[in-house]
């Protein structure tokens, strides 16, 4: 071999060695935002627009001392009415109930939590405040420069064709530069669901307002069969925020709220007064167990798999091969419920976990039957035992 072509074959190989080095030494893909569906605080369900700096203060400290954190709450999101005018150079200004936005979101991050944001597509929000119509440009720029780590962007009074208005928001998110998670809102109008995630949303509300009332929780949560093939990590459908310790429903139905939330792969943004909830709000909102279902990696979105009058099933996969399942008696009076294994797809032997009550309820043959409270739940975990 010549000498020239020996070097030349040298040199050859020390770049793709060099380069097979290159390729096993670069970072791994960041994961996607949203990987599991967002979980944390919202204003509007309990303050609407008496919301304030200091109440948003207040729920940061509590969602730490609380334990929520732990349990893995983490952004702190300012509903509507944060809004002042906008400056001679179009650049949005927060009111008077909010003196400096970027103070605000250091004190969120110092906690150790993420900061979140509103605003709409339109000239003004539902509640008469700024939007960000014309804007979206500086509008990105300024939440990228106060530390914005979540956008809630609500139709209100955009016109026109909603694919490329919320694209233009989101395209102007990327190009300034911080992970922003990238929430649509627009009451499941046009079938969103099915372009949400082309538009860069990570969820999209797939219902109108929730209300702390039974009947309307009950409306939106168990509507939402069928979607579940449109949900998966760092995509999800939204059926809005809980309303669990406001007050107008019992503990049985906040429970039941809860459940079908997390079967629901929902994210879980609570909408009440972190600061005063009581003992028993608490216990549901960081039962471990039960956010486990709603943060399960596979990210598999539940779906019904029974109905008998007022009583339903509901079934989500999980990662690990077992089974979440609800029992829910929508009805009036304490009716038993039955799931046949054969329904939700595990073998003739299953054992049963309680996961509100944590404990296990042992091995059951073809089906598990349970007395269900009138607006209540049996929630459990089922995991095949005939394959062992």
Request: contains cysteine; glycine residues 10%.
């Amino acid at each position: 071999m010549k000498r020239n072509q020996l070097f030349w074959l040298t040199g050859l190989f020390l770049l793709l060695a060099l380069s097979a080095g290159a390729s096993l030494l670069a970072p791994a893909e960041e994961p996607p935002l949203a990987r599991t569906p967002p979980m944390g605080w919202n204003s509007w369900n309990h303050f609407e627009c008496k919301v304030t700096d200091a109440v948003v203060r207040a729920q940061a400290d509590a969602m730490v001392s609380s334990g929520m954190k732990a349990a893995g709450y983490a952004y702190i999101n300012i509903d509507d009415c944060w809004q002042g005018e906008r400056d001679a150079q179009g650049m949005v200004r927060s009111n008077k109930n909010f003196p400096d936005m970027k103070a605000l979101g250091d004190y969120i991050h110092g906690k150790g939590l993420k900061f979140g944001i509103y605003s709409s597509p339109g000239p003004k929000t539902c509640a008469g405040y700024e939007g960000s119509f014309g804007h979206e440009e500086q509008d990105a720029q300024t939440y990228a420069a106060w530390g914005v780590d979540y956008l809630k962007y609500d139709w209100c009074s955009a016109k026109g064709e909603q694919i490329p208005v919320y694209k233009k928001m989101h395209d102007a998110l990327i190009r300034a530069g911080r992970p922003i998670v990238y929430s649509l809102c627009q009451y499941g109008r046009e079938r969103v669901w099915a372009w949400g995630a082309s538009v860069g949303g990570n969820l999209w509300r797939t219902t109108g307002d929730i209300t702390d009332d039974y009947d309307r929780m009950v409306v939106i949560g168990f509507g939402q069969n069928g979607l579940e093939r449109f949900a998966g990590p760092g995509h999800w459908n939204d059926p809005d925020m809980l309303e669990v310790g406001n007050g107008k429903m019992s503990d049985n139905e906040y429970r039941t709220h809860m459940s079908q939330w997390c079967l629901l792969a929902a994210p879980l943004l609570s909408g009440n007064d972190l600061s005063t909830m009581s003992p028993a709000t608490l216990a549901i909102l960081t039962n471990s167990e039960v956010i486990d279902v709603d943060q399960d990696a596979a990210g598999i979105q539940g779906h019904r798999v029974s109905e008998e009058g007022p009583l339903q099933v509901w079934m989500k996969p999980l990662a690990d091969g077992s089974k979440a399942v609800g029992l829910f008696n929508l009805g009036t009076s304490n009716m038993a419920i039955t799931v046949y294994f054969r329904e939700i797809g595990v073998g003739e032997s299953a054992s049963v976990r309680d996961l509100w009550d944590r404990k296990d309820l042992g091995t059951f043959q073809s089906s598990f039957t349970a007395t269900v409270a009138r607006h209540g739940v049996v929630f459990i975990k089922v995991k095949n035992e005939s394959a062992r």
